[in-house]
DNA sequence: TGTACATCAGTGAACGCGCGTTCACTGATGTAC
DNA sequence: TGTACATCAGTGAACGCGCGTTCACTGATGTAC
């Protein structure tokens, strides 16, 4: 009665399996993955706790779902950073930078993405993996590319994981860490490794 | 009877506190951090699951010192690579390289250390970065010296990541691991990144 | 060498706990006529 | 618009489980004399 509902809810609750995923990375980014649970979760979503079962085959499916939507997320931030980057090399750290913002951005998914038993290659990640090849490939040649990818893979991956685990100094906002990405980029084609902006560009 | 003992064993079992280790390594490998459990750890070491606690304060305990172990390990692994090496970039080459072979061939040690909850970076790794900070200062000035051992970090420690996971296609053993990781940093200072050899010499 | 005592590593029963999952149910929502 | 029925999201009790941890105990080992 008291006012018209804004979104069209269907049947009961509504949007319970949003709810619950949100919830569920609400916990994951307080408590970490060790400690999740499908009760509690459903405790903070304000359910009982045989409610998840309406919408998740079972614990590992939420999960499963999460993984799946980071990667999507990542793909779609990846995609965003290198459209309309002419340049192979700048598009190969934008996208890194990208990535590295993601996961900041995203602890929880980042963490159920990389470190859970739910994902495994075999089961999600499709296109953001694909997507940096693509990119790397470009910049590196056809000599070596997979490998060129997984380095700058490797690389993202790294500082994310330093990151998250708070082991990079004054990088307390997303920002501090997106820009650390970016001088630890600027670092490996500047000094460290050397300046390959000279020739490697087009025109 | 049937022989003398080859070690002095003391007291009942021996070298308990030892075996239990093993047994908590052994299992992570096998099944992951996410359900390793103190009481499958006895079992394995063929003791009743009370007797870690003559050992270890509690379960956390025992993770604590596997982490403690790693970083110990690792730090000496770095020392060894680095020994004798003179040029300041072949050292964070070799640091790197040693630090990504340590993860391959020690996997559970490494989820220990860097995914689990025991290890939090105040608790543990006093020397083992301590000591890439100081390579890293060698190799890149002293303009940016805790930056440059960040990204070698990252870099190592994302390969490792990737490797752990499977995600690098074709690394099967510690060595076909080694090596990629080697072609890795190589390819940092070389197409990609540039070919800073020349210019970063001493002579 | 032998005896008495102290120490302490390992035992097995017991505790309480929160978990994942199932199930019969209820009550709200959607649909056919 | 109204009624009868089907659907299905959420409930709450119940299940069995393995876990971490405690505790009084036992029996082997070490030590003093």
């Not at 319970?16 to 060790?34: K, P, S, T, W």
């Not at 056809?142 to 990818?149: K, L, N, Q, T």
């Amino acid at each position: 009665m008291r006012s018209s509902k804004r979104k069209k809810k269907s049947y009961h609750h509504g949007d319970l399996r949003e709810v619950l995923m949100n919830a569920a990375v609400e916990l994951i980014d307080e408590q970490g993955l060790h400690q999740f649970s499908l009760r509690e979760c459903a405790r903070l979503a304000g359910v009982s706790h045989a409610a998840p079962y309406r919408h998740f085959e079972d614990k590992d499916a939420l999960l499963r779902e999460i993984a799946r939507q980071g990667f999507e997320w990542l793909e779609a931030a990846g995609r965003s950073a290198i459209a309309g980057v002419e340049d192979a090399r700048d598009r190969l750290d934008a996208y890194g930078i990208a990535y590295v913002r993601f996961a900041v951005e995203h602890p929880a998914h980042h963490r159920v993405m990389f470190t859970s038993h739910v994902a495994t290659p075999n089961t999600v990640d499709p296109g953001a993996f694909k997507l940096l090849v693509e990119t790397a490939t470009a910049v590196a040649g056809p000599d070596a590319p997979e490998e060129a990818a997984l380095a700058a893979w490797s690389l993202s991956h790294g500082m994310s994981m330093l990151l998250l685990d708070g082991r990079v100094p004054h990088a307390t906002s997303a920002e501090a860490a997106e820009d650390f990405a970016r001088r630890v980029f600027a670092q490996w084609r500047g000094p460290l490794g050397g300046t390959a902006r000279k020739t490697g560009r087009k025109r």
